[in-house]
């Protein structure tokens, strides 16, 4: 009994704070639901309707990240003030991407739309929440008429995969995906890089790859768990845009905002590499994410 006890204490204190986030999140769903029906809102969810109800969900997780991470957000500034695309790496859980958004709102009164994988949308009891922060399969149609609307669109190249299989070495998982280049190119709209600090020490994933690797590919799912949430300091650096160049190509876009993966050679700069060499250490260290948290509290 003492075993078994200490064992379940010890997995529910490895997965505490995931599954905390994950109850925020249906909260935070719940609440729009409690809005929509007492003020019995009908309009189109990315319609200014709904702001007072995402400003109260916007406080909600920033008040969150100010107290769990210290978190904050640098180079505002880089935004345009018309659409453009951002690209960010993804951690084991886009924790820091919420928090972003949040505070985007909060600063700037802004919605961006954000390009989400298909099994987001299975996930049940989620839907409001989804339409209301802008959260879209990701089509390149989709995508286009936003832009078109003036919207910024924000998408992860890696997407699950690099949530899953990278890790403190922050290698970006990109593969051959390139069509947020062409998009871009199509729209005639910059694209912004986009990287936090210490993502991967404060979330990780489970070290066996090869089997979660295998049974990812098979169903396009994410079986691995998430664990951690130790409360490290997380930095959101958004980077210079990479302005819209009618005579590059899509090949050529790509290179410039990742150059292959993220290997420690001779690999030239490029926009999201620039922002992870410049503010990261590699590989990660929970020791030193935790210092950057409380190290000016504790002087």
């Given amino acids: 009994v003492v075993i078994v006890s200490l064992t379940m204490s010890a997995i529910l204190v490895f997965f505490i704070v995931p599954l905390t986030i994950l109850f925020f999140i249906y909260l935070s769903n719940i609440l729009l639901l409690i809005y929509q029906r007492n003020s019995e809102v009908k309009a189109d969810p990315l319609s200014d309707v709904w702001d007072s109800a995402r400003k109260t969900i916007a406080s909600f997780w920033d008040i969150y990240a100010r107290i769990w991470h210290g978190y904050e957000l640098h180079g505002v500034e880089n935004l345009p003030e018309g659409p453009g695309i951002l690209v960010y790496y993804h951690g084991a859980i886009p924790i820091d991407y919420l928090y972003f958004l949040s505070r ?71 593969g051959n995906r390139k069509g947020f280049a062409q998009v871009a190119l199509d729209a005639k709209v910059p694209i912004i890089p986009m990287y936090t600090q210490n993502v991967r020490e404060g979330y990780r994933m489970l070290k066996e790859r090869r089997f979660f690797r295998q049974l990812y590919e098979s169903t396009r799912l994410p079986f691995t768990p998430p664990y951690g949430g130790l409360p490290v300091k997380f930095r959101t650096y958004i980077g210079e845009p990479i302005p819209y160049d009618p005579n590059i190509t899509t090949e050529e876009l790509v290179e410039k905002v990742c150059k292959g993966n993220f290997l420690f050679s001779f690999q030239t700069k490029t926009a999201i590499q620039a922002l992870i060499s410049k503010h990261q250490t590699i590989p990660g260290s929970i020791w030193k994410a935790l210092l950057e948290r409380f190290g000016k509290r504790c002087k």
């Fill in 104 to 174: 985007l709102f909060l600063w700037k009164k802004r919605l961006c739309l954000s390009v989400a994988d298909h099994f987001v949308f299975r996930l049940p009891g989620l839907k409001l929440l989804l339409e209301v922060t802008g959260v879209m399969p990701g089509t390149r149609e989709e995508c286009l008429i936003a832009l078109k609307n003036g919207h910024l669109v924000s998408i992860s190249p890696g997407g699950v995969r690099e949530a899953l299989f990278s890790d403190e070495s922050y290698q970006l998982l990109w």
